[in-house]
């Protein structure tokens, strides 16, 4: 995490993605959800009856901006595709399974729905939809049963 999170390296940088696998399953992107922003925070440390708390607030006049970004990875036939989706901004950056390592394409988008759509009828991109009931809830998505 330190080594992606430094601006200062050219070769580096961008958003971190887990991944799972073993010797007899190949590799799989891991749908996490993300939070960017707000850039300038402060924190507030308060002890009270033995108890340490820390809230980080944004300070008067500062940026409040707060971006969700949602990994949606691919599935058979193009698991290697990965969406970075950021409802916040209709926005989604997609990685194809073809060319992992070209520059992501930025899809504009109105919704999850949309994104799955654009991405296989654009660029053959097959995506699999959440099942974490904490990610379909950010996406608007109805629980799993």
């Not at 990610?135 to 629980?143: A, C, H, I, N, S």
Request: net charge negative; charged share 15%.
């Amino acid at each position: 995490m330190s080594v992606i999170a430094l601006d200062d390296i050219p070769t580096v940088g961008g958003y971190m993605v887990r991944v799972t696998g073993s010797s007899s399953h190949p590799f799989r992107f891991v749908g996490d959800v993300g939070s960017t922003g707000p850039w300038f925070t402060e924190a507030l440390v308060a002890r009270h009856d033995g108890t340490t708390s820390v809230q980080f607030v944004v300070p008067p006049g500062g940026d409040t901006t707060e971006h969700t970004r949602i990994v949606i990875p691919g599935q058979s036939p193009t698991f290697s595709a990965l969406a970075h989706y950021i409802p916040e901004c209709n926005t989604a950056l997609l990685n194809l399974h073809d060319h992992p390592d070209y520059d992501p394409i930025t899809l504009r988008i109105g919704s999850v729905h949309e994104l799955f759509a654009v991405a296989k009828a654009e660029h053959g991109q097959h995506l699999q939809m959440p099942s974490s009931n904490f990610t379909r809830q950010l996406l608007g998505l109805q629980p799993l049963q």
